[in-house]
């Protein structure tokens, strides 16, 4: 029972010796890893590596998204005793899922971090692991994308998010998070015709061909409607999901970089992320999660949420591979 088990848990994030089940450790004490899991550098066994990327340079706005990796691994600590709802299988305690801790890399020197962030994905994936990743600002699924690519050839993106990230950049060497869907475009590692951006709520005339589906029409297709035509866009090609937290409206996630009015609901977001089981799913991030400006912790606990769904759409794949589905 858990509260049986809270008597003697604490710091599973390091006591613990096994990579799967749930913990019951008090949700207000404790390591606070992603949701418990094991704090490790050892790829060994896993299935998932959950890792951080504190970055933090190219935000429109308002700064802090650094601070999301620390605040997203906070907010789990909530979901950690409970097997994500809505599936059909506790992916807690049915994939070996590690926290792979932040990476790191020099905050003064700039120019050397998308190579850095690339390398730390690649070393990930090269053990057959694949990786969550909290950000951070949205500028880090760029390098991460090139790692995949190198896997598994040229990407479907399922990008969550008020603004499509394409406006035009043929620098490749800029670090900019409004840019790096362009760059991705134009140098071959994500085909715009089967990927999505989804809740987008921004004027960019020129999208290159990635397939858009507004806020508007989330709320007027209805979520359960938006999730088949995503699947019947993306197809059997494999998916990185990017879910920028600006994507949901400003009453769910304050604490972002660049609100916009007008967005998806949390419930909206968690139907869709739910009823898209079945794609392949490669990898996934949440970031933008900027805590100074949410003092409720609402931001984190989205964030943290999305990341477990991530974590649960990879779990599907694996589950039905191996037929326990």
């Known amino acids: 029972m858990a509260l049986e088990d809270a008597k003697n848990q604490v710091d599973e994030a390091f006591t613990n010796p096994e990579l799967k089940g749930l913990s019951y450790e008090n949700t207000f004490g404790g390591a606070t890893s992603f949701l418990r899991r094991l704090y490790t550098k050892d790829l060994t066994g896993a299935d998932i590596a959950v890792t951080g990327v504190p970055f933090d340079q190219a935000v429109t706005n308002r700064p802090g998204t650094r601070l999301g990796p620390r605040a997203i691994r906070e907010a789990s600590a909530l979901q950690s005793p409970d097997a994500p709802y809505g599936w059909p299988f506790d992916a807690l305690s049915e994939l070996a899922i590690i926290d792979y801790g932040d990476m790191a890399y020099d905050y003064a020197n700039i120019p050397a971090f998308p190579d850095t962030l690339t390398n730390h994905i690649r070393t990930i994936l090269a053990a057959d692991v694949a990786s969550v990743t909290l950000g951070g600002d949205h500028y880090i699924s760029f390098p991460i994308l090139k790692a995949y690519a190198e896997k598994y050839g040229p990407m479907s993106l399922l990008q969550f998010d008020a603004h499509t990230d394409t406006w035009a950049d043929d620098d490749m060497s800029r670090v900019d998070h409004g840019t790096m869907f362009y760059k991705a475009v134009k140098s071959g590692i994500v085909d715009p015709k089967r990927s999505v951006q989804v809740g987008i709520r921004t004027t960019n005339e020129d999208t290159l061909g990635v397939n858009i589906i507004d806020a508007r029409e989330v709320y007027e297709a209805g979520p359960a409607a938006v999730a088949q035509k995503i699947k019947g866009i993306l197809g059997d090609s494999p998916v990185y999901l990017s879910f920028d937290i600006d994507g949901l409206d400003p009453a769910f996630a304050p604490g972002t ?46 964030g943290a949420h999305v990341a477990t769904q991530i974590i649960c759409l990879l779990g599907w794949n694996k589950l039905a591979k191996d037929g326990r589905l």
């Open 257 to 302: 970089g660049t609100p916009v009015w007008g967005g998806l609901s949390s419930i909206q977001a968690q139907i869709i992320l739910r009823d898209i089981a079945g794609i392949n799913i490669k990898g996934g991030d949440v970031v933008e999660v900027s805590p100074p400006f949410d003092t409720s912790g609402a931001t984190a606990i989205a």
